[in-house]
């Protein structure tokens, strides 16, 4: 049961965090199309049948049928998007997604001279910002 | 004889917390792959193409383990920074010298991770008509892949960290490692590299 795409404009797209811009820009300088939260994957149903948690990756590539996930939490925060990705895995076997951890960001952003950015990662607790804690409120929401 | 540890690499691996892959376990692997390359193309004169700079290391190396004859040619692309952000896309900023059309090709690479850089070196070359294109490459992070792409030599699996050695750089350090390590936290938290 894969839920039908919600539009997205992936000419202007509103990031999260700005480590989902530079991984966007990353994309556009090696040629490769995607799309910015394109969909949400519902994860948990009341007795009514509406949606009570939902998971929505933070891009898709449409060439690779690939879904990508980037966090920037510290492990230790980081549980409750864990479970909810293996989740996902569970309820929707037949996509591919790829989570980006907090390290493997470090380490995409050092790998393409963002040092600054690295440095952010690995400095703070790199927290994702209030705005991002809505969205995710909103999607829990249905 | 025991590998050599940190310390005998002293002021060279300053910054080194731990040797992933020894001097011994990179140089045994490289000749291992060096002699499938000379069984599959005996008679076919192959054309090593490398991408600068990270390469170098592995193919000296592995040209000199060959023992059948071969030619290498090198090609650079300008990598990802906020500065070349400015300039578009990705582009070639060396070319080949030596045309491919019709020839054997091997593509040697350092380390592939997300594929991104790979992927589009390789469809450049296809476009010229090589006879056969294929990778050989010697670190694989899997983990990190975003292109898949075929890989028809492969030295090692590496976990998902942030390696450096035997070509592989921190802001340009540490290169000239001849193992495989893994960098101090602390490397990273300070930006004057």
């Known amino acids: 049961m894969i839920p039908s795409p919600e539009p997205a404009d992936p000419s202007s797209p509103r990031f999260s965090h700005p480590a989902e811009e530079a991984f ?28 009570v948690e939902a998971f929505r990756p933070d891009f898709y590539l449409p060439d690779q049928d690939l879904y990508i996930e980037l966090t920037t939490l510290r492990p230790e925060l980081s549980t409750r998007k864990n479970r909810k990705l293996r989740r996902v895995k569970e309820l929707y076997p037949e996509i591919n997604i790829k989570l980006f951890k907090r390290r493997e960001m470090r380490d995409l952003m050092v790998k ?16 994702k910002p209030e705005g991002l804690l809505r969205k995710n409120a909103q999607q829990n929401a249905g | 004889m025991p590998n050599k540890t940190l310390d005998n690499y002293g002021e060279l691996a300053a910054g080194v917390r731990e040797i992933l892959i020894s001097e011994e376990e990179l140089q045994r692997r490289v000749h291992d792959i060096a002699g499938e390359i000379s069984r599959d193309y005996a008679g076919r ?61 091997l593509f040697v690479e350092d380390v592939i991770d997300t594929g991104l850089t790979l992927n589009y070196i390789l469809r450049n070359l296809r476009i010229r008509q ?48 001849p193992f495989i390590g893994l960098l101090k936290p602390e490397v990273f938290q300070s930006n004057k590299g």
């Open chain 2, 130 to 177: 090589p006879a056969s294109l294929d990778v050989c490459v010697l670190f694989n992070k899997p983990n990190h892949r975003l292109i898949d792409i075929p890989l028809k030599y492969k030295g090692f699996d590496l976990p998902d960290r942030f390696v450096v050695g035997y070509g592989l750089d921190y802001r340009e350090r540490y290169r000239n490692l």
């Open chain 1, 112 to 127: 393409f001279g963002l040092y600054d950015q690295a440095a952010g990662i690995e400095g703070t607790q790199a927290q």
């Open chain 1, 24 to 51: 966007a820009k990353i994309l556009d300088f090696y040629g490769i199309a995607w799309v910015y939260e394109p969909r949400t994957f519902p994860l948990e149903w009341d007795e009514h049948g509406v949606t």
């Open chain 2, 45 to 105: 004169n192959p054309l090593l193409v490398g991408v600068l700079k990270g390469v170098l290391f592995f193919m000296a190396d592995l040209l000199q383990a060959l023992t059948i004859p071969a030619e290498i040619d090198f090609i650079a692309v300008s990598s990802y920074s906020p500065e070349s952000r400015q300039q578009g896309v990705v582009r070639l900023v060396k070319d080949l010298e030596i045309p491919i059309d019709g020839r054997h090709v």
